[in-house]
């Protein structure tokens, strides 16, 4: 019987690297192991690699192109968008970083130094510097030529930005569809929108960009520092971060450090520290609602079947903190409020966690009167204090843990911290205490002379 041989096999990878589209390939360099994916991408044509090295989607990037010949690499770096090589430079380490770095040109490593001398999550660091700009005096006609003429060195030509014939200023931006309108013999200036075109500044974050491209409907925005425009930011490029930043939100929601590399290939150690820490920091809070029920050791003693309900009401608590955290952390992301509108946010959950409070201690209140009538369980004599109890501690509860998983991302945000930290756990275990503290508070009060 034959046998495919290992040196066949990957000739017929290479193959379908080389031939399968872009994406396709880099999907396939992903579940190769590292050094196997190096052996293949030293196989392939050289236009094909930079390609593969230019999806923002290619797990292990930097690894990759620091485990190549310098000289190869370098000429990799050259050839591809400068924002992506931007991204791997900045993630590599010394001394590979410099190394390549010395191999590129006076003028592009002046250009990426210039990015990775700004912050991360800036508008510069997504930015690419290859766009379509052209004089103000120029023709519709002049400028269709230019742009056959660069068109596969840009990053797009769908939008052209044009500049002061002397000083480069941005005077206007157009797009495609408008400029093929126009005559050929029309001065460009003449098929431009005539308002100002939507920029942003080099030091907005990536959050700012995507909510001038969603709310002007661009392709692309320009960066603009003292009038210049330093390169564009493509919608692209937007959806690509914004993935991974709302990537890293749902993480950190969820109570643990934000992951920095997909599930599957990050380390076993990397995953515990990750998720341990915040399990310590969690567990250490919940110590407080052990504490809680300590101080309330008496009271359990004499009525036991209060114990019953603790899940019940903690749950509860949490439950709708959690929600509460998670529409206003959106909204705040989205722009909707800012933290001015904190006061609006607490005078619209404060009513809206008294009915839900309400509606659910009305379900408590008939479970356990249910529960009592048809003999499922006997809750004793006092049975309808007992349920007025939980009633009453379900609607100080909900309306607590609205209120305070709606205010604890204003202050998160307020202290310069990313509200998306409030995760989920967090706010569980605050809210678990509290409802600790109300439910045995009010059971005081109801069941006073009775069962305490």
């Avoid at 157009?174 to 929108?193: E, K, W, Y």
């Avoid at 509860?397 to 202050?411: D, E």
Wanted: glycine share 8%; net charge negative.
């Amino acid at each position: 019987m034959n046998e495919t041989t290992p040196v066949a096999a990957g000739d017929a990878l290479v193959r379908v690297l080389a031939t399968d589209h872009v994406a396709d390939s880099v999907e396939a360099l992903n579940r190769e192991p590292r050094l196997v994916a190096v052996d293949l991408l030293a196989e392939l044509p050289f236009q094909r690699t930079v390609d593969i090295f230019d999806q923002p989607e290619l797990e292990d990037g930097p690894e990759l192109i620091a485990a190549m010949p310098r000289d190869k690499a370098g000429r990799i770096l050259a050839a591809m968008s400068v924002d992506r090589a931007a991204d791997l430079l900045r993630d590599l380490t010394e001394p590979a970083r410099s190394e390549l770095l010395g191999l590129l040109t006076h003028g592009l490593r002046a250009i990426l130094l210039g990015i990775l001398g700004y912050p991360e999550d800036s508008a510069v660091a997504i930015m690419t510097t290859e766009f379509v700009s052209v004089p103000g005096d120029w023709t519709v006609g002049r400028t269709l030529e230019h742009i056959r003429k660069v068109e596969r060195s840009r990053e797009t030509v769908y939008a052209i930005y044009i500049v002061d014939p002397d000083t480069r200023a941005l005077l206007r931006s157009t797009s495609l569809r408008r400029l093929i309108a126009g005559a050929p013999d029309d001065p460009v200036m003449t098929v431009a929108p005539t308002h100002a075109p939507v920029t942003a500044s080099p030091l907005d974050n990536r959050e700012q960009v995507a909510r001038l491209i969603r709310k002007y409907d661009l392709l692309a925005v320009p960066v603009v520092k003292d009038g210049a425009v330093l390169g564009i930011v493509t919608v692209d490029d937007i959806l690509d971060t914004m993935i991974e930043e709302t990537t890293e939100d749902v993480h950190r929601f969820g109570g643990l450090e934000a992951l920095d590399e997909p599930y599957m290939k990050i380390g076993f150690l990397d995953m515990v520290r990750k998720r341990g820490g915040w399990l310590c920091v969690l567990f250490l809070s919940e110590m407080l609602t052990a504490n809680a029920m300590q101080s309330y050791e008496a009271e359990l003693q004499k009525a036991i079947v209060l114990t019953l309900f603790i899940p019940l009401i903690m749950s509860s608590g949490g439950n709708s903190g959690s929600q509460a955290t998670s529409l206003v952390i959106r909204a705040l992301a989205l722009d909707e409020i800012a933290l001015r509108d904190w006061w609006r946010v607490a005078l619209r959950e404060l009513p809206m966690g008294i009915v839900l409070g309400a509606i659910l201690g009305l379900v408590g209140m008939a479970r356990i009167a249910l529960w009592q009538h048809i003999g499922l369980f006997d809750y004793g004599p006092h049975w309808l204090l007992l349920a007025t109890t939980v009633g009453l501690a379900l609607v100080g509860i909900v309306t607590f843990g609205s209120l305070a998983g709606s205010m604890l991302p204003f202050a998160l945000k307020r202290a310069g911290f990313d509200p998306a930290s409030a995760s989920a756990p967090f706010v569980a275990t605050l809210v678990d205490v509290s409802g600790l503290v109300i439910y045995f508070s009010v059971a005081l009060l109801v069941l006073r002379g009775t069962l305490l």
